[in-house]
């Protein structure tokens, strides 16, 4: 494995935004000498620095301060927590919604809720970090399937019901895997999972706010129920933060017994009201996510035309594998050159043999990135 190399300091480029809150397509970059266009993070939106967002947050944090202070169940509940979570709730069509204060421990508490020693539990080969530390702490049964494969998921779970018919599996899934760009196929897996009496969790951190009917996710509308959505605000929604959605008895089961909402300080308030100024200006946008994933389709054909294969995924995020930890490296740098921060993505992040650059798209990145995208990809 390559070594890391040292960390260089940058500055990335900051997008000023139109006196008009709606519009982001109108933003300008400031001038500066030393900056780079992000094409690294997860501000899908664009909203991080978005003015509505900036004055929800200071509002609240002179209004009801900067930090909570204690867990929820003590003195940390603000009136802006229950605000953000009904408001949540009644957005993706759940009973109850839970703030945590990151989605790794959202992570966590969802698996540690569905599953327990005895359950058997099937997730999805490259299923994030958190949720795998979630299955070992609940000390399950604990099954890989292949990526995205209905198929291998749906032989697993047969096989299971016949070995122990009074255990019921769990399912765990992401709806956008974070460093492939790529989508399962939802529907498909909530059938198998009602077919099997198996409960479905799904991580819709990188989906929320871009896919789905309005940006709600891709577990909106499914036929069959999903027991628990876990999503964050730290990615399209411009701010910090995670939460679970789930019916109301499973909600209920985790203010009373999970350890990761009851042992903890509650999310900061400031924090809170700019995820809710975030969902209101989502709401009120919903060709927001659509008008992201055109662009993103977009970029896939621009790169299958000057000779890439074409990214898997049809969403903001874009995986492109040169296999090598050496060659994702040089071209990292050959894209700082150019402008362009895009992080080379290494083992153990990603299986050996395929080191990638992740690039993420915003919707509010200028003209004339791409070309210089394509100059840095491209250099030798």
Not at 52 to 57: F, G, K, R, T
Not at 99 to 128: C, E, M, T, Y
Not at 282 to 299: D, H, S, V, Y
Not at 309 to 323: C, D, E, L, N, T
Request: charged share 20%; hydrophobic share 40%.
């Amino acid at each position: 494995m390559t070594k890391i190399p040292p960390y260089r300091r940058r500055t990335l480029r900051i997008w000023t935004h139109s006196q008009n809150p709606n519009e982001l397509e109108t933003c300008e970059p400031e001038a500066q000498s030393s900056s780079l266009i992000d094409l690294a993070s997860n501000d899908y939106l664009g909203l991080s620095r978005h003015p509505n967002l900036i004055e929800a947050a200071q509002s609240v944090m002179h209004s009801q301060g900067v930090g909570a202070g204690g867990s929820r169940l003590v003195t940390g509940s603000r009136p802006i927590h229950k605000e953000m979570e009904e408001a949540l709730a009644n957005w993706l069509g759940r009973e109850r919604v839970l703030l945590f204060p990151s989605g790794f421990q959202a992570n966590i508490a969802a698996v540690l809720a569905l599953a327990n020693r005895s359950s058997p539990v099937f997730a999805d080969r490259l299923i994030h970090h958190s949720l795998l530390l979630g299955v070992k702490a609940c000390g399950a049964r604990f099954q890989r399937y292949a990526h995205n494969d209905l198929k291998d998921l749906g032989r697993r779970l047969y096989i299971s019901r016949q070995k122990f018919p009074k255990q019921q599996p769990l399912v765990i899934t992401e709806s956008l895997f974070s460093m492939e760009g790529t989508n399962p196929q939802l529907k498909g897996m909530a059938e198998l999972c009602d077919k099997y009496e198996a409960k479905l969790l799904v991580d819709e951190a990188h989906a929320l706010g871009v896919f789905g009917n309005q940006g709600r996710g891709l577990c909106y509308g499914l036929p069959a129920p999903v027991g628990i959505i876990s999503g964050t605000f730290g990615k399209a929604f411009g701010s910090g933060g995670a939460f679970l959605a789930s019916d109301a008895k499973t909600a209920e089961d985790l203010l009373q017994k999970s350890g990761a909402f009851r042992y903890t300080t509650a999310l900061a308030p400031p924090l809170t009201a700019a995820a809710l100024a975030a969902l209101k200006l989502i709401e009120a946008n919903p060709k927001w996510g659509l008008e992201l994933l055109e662009k993103a389709q977009n970029w896939r054909s621009l790169l299958v035309k000057n000779g890439f294969h074409r990214p898997p995924g049809s969403g903001q995020i874009i995986s492109i594998v040169f296999g090598s930890d050496e060659l994702a490296l040089r071209r990292q740098n050959q894209l700082e050159e150019k402008g362009i921060l895009s992080i080379a993505i290494r083992p153990p992040t990603v299986p050996e043999g395929t080191s990638r650059l992740r690039l993420a798209i915003r919707k509010d990145l200028p003209n004339g990135v791409f070309k210089k995208l394509l100059a840095g990809l491209t250099e030798e």
